[in-house]
T-cell receptor
Framework: KAGVTQTPRYLIKTRGQQVTLSCSPI?????VSWYQQTPGQGLQFLFE???????NKGNFPGRFSGRQFSNSRSEMNVSTLELGDSALYLC??????????????FGPGTRLTVT | AQSVAQPEDQVNVAEGNPLTVKCTYS??????LFWYVQYPNRGLQFLLK??????LVKGSYGFEAEFNKSQTSFHLKKPSALVSDSALYFC?????????????FGTGTRLKVLA
């Protein structure tokens, strides 16, 4: 089975621009979560989607948004980029949200640099 | 809210020696605890989990973790370290209720195994 894929792998943007990141989960996985990883803050949870619905959200401003499509692929969008948005953005998929579904499988991440 | 703490930013150990990476948790109710590893330029990889049952959990690559309820700890261990174990290790706890789970990660511990 193919793993979680994220595109693009690297991205350089300018302050004020917007960016869209894409994540394709493992086949059959219906839950997709997004995390922001920075050296100072570690992994911070952004949001989780299941069956095209946002089920959980972290403490990030409204500039950060996401969506999930019917094939479980997910995108996250960051508008009006700030320098502090520079980070590694990780996507993780799992089978679902029920009690039997525990492990998350992570993609390699998208490295976003804002200049 | 649930949380995990990794008190050591970095752990150095000689190859062949046993290693321990520490994690303490704060949860209400039964804890669901995880260890992940991150190699350079890669996403996180699942190592092992504690849900219930035996306090000693065995995982991938020869790693194991000991759940200690009285000390609220979930330390990661390996009897004999390899240079290839050098990586960033994250402890995580699952919080929420069925259908709205999210994962809270520690700040990470960098393990350096010296040849």
């Amino acid at each position: 089975k193919a793993g979680v894929t994220q595109t693009p792998r690297y991205l350089i943007k300018t302050r004020g621009q917007q960016v869209t990141l894409s994540c394709s989960p493992i086949s059959g996985h219906r839950s997709v979560s997004w995390y922001q990883q920075t050296p100072g803050q570690g992994l911070q949870f952004l949001f989780e989607y299941f069956s095209e619905t946002q089920r959980n959200k972290g403490n990030f401003p409204g500039r950060f948004s996401g969506r999930q499509f019917s094939n479980s692929r997910s995108e996250m969008n960051v508008s009006t980029l700030e320098l502090g948005d520079s980070a590694l953005y990780l996507c993780a998929s799992s089978l679902g949200l029920g009690d039997g579904y525990y492990e998350q499988y992570f993609g390699p991440g998208t490295r976003l640099t804002v200049t | 809210a649930q949380s995990v703490a990794q008190p050591e930013d970095q752990v150095n150990v000689a190859e062949g020696n046993p290693l321990t990476v520490k994690c303490t948790y704060s949860v209400s109710g039964n804890p669901y605890l995880f260890w992940y590893v991150q190699y350079p330029n890669r996403g996180l990889q699942f190592l092992l989990k504690y849900i219930t049952g035996d306090n000693l959990v065995k995982g991938s690559y020869g790693f194991e973790a000991e759940f200690n309820k009285s000390q609220t700890s979930f330390h990661l261990k390996k009897p004999s370290a390899l240079v290839s174990d050098s990586a960033l290790y994250f402890c995580a706890v699952r919080e929420g209720v069925s259908g709205t789970y999210k994962y809270i990660f520690g700040t990470g511990t960098r393990l350096k195994v010296l040849a």
